[in-house]
């Protein structure tokens, strides 16, 4: 019987490994998988790459995971925004790494990533200085930028409901990253609002196939990571 749930979000990222690429979910903080990420500090696991949309505000969360030293590459589109604290420091004092990426061309070379692309030509960065170093060809007389699909050794997802064989709905806009982040992860780890038996999700609006999920663990009251901001809380501290 196919049974991809966890007892714990701890058990749950227990085997990242140093070294490890993380893709990690969330659009702002909507789609965050907070309690994942605090777990994988807990943990301790050491110089990740890790793909994201932004980089983490406050210290919580994505910024809480470079805070205490554990991410030595980012590659996202939004290294900085209007709480970033801790990751802009560590750049300009070259303890991090940034691969930055248009947003439309990262959520491409992840979906790309997944479904076995390996690369695919975009003018998102023509003549700009991230197209530097990379092959340009043109195209009906246009010229496009190379670039290469990503795929990661764990993906650190959060959905609204999901049942036991992995099938997954989202919440508006935390269904921007997650869905492409299941598929292009060898293990997609998994954090529900809510579990519920198989049959309850209509499946003609499941939105991840269980497929392309290795774990689930329901956490029913998720932390609001605006709510901690505004609070000035923080988890290593």
Partial sequence: MINKIVRSDAEAVSDIFDGATVMIGGFGEAGSPIELIHRLIDLGTKNLTVVSNNAGS?????????????????????????????????????????????????????????AGIPAFFTPSSVNTPLAEGKEVREFNDHPYVMEYGIVADFALVKCHRADRYGNLTYHKTARNFGPIMCMAAKTTIVQARQIVEPGIIDPEIVVTPGIFVSRVVEISNPADESKLIAEKMSYLK
């Fill in 58 to 114: 406050g210290n919580v969360g994505l910024a809480a995971l470079i805070e205490n030293r554990q991410v030595k590459k980012m590659i996202c589109s939004f290294p900085r925004t209007a709480n970033s604290v801790v990751f802009p420091e560590l750049y300009r004092s070259g303890e991090i790494e940034l691969e930055l990426v248009p947003q439309g061309t990262l959520a491409e070379r992840i979906r790309a990533g997944g």
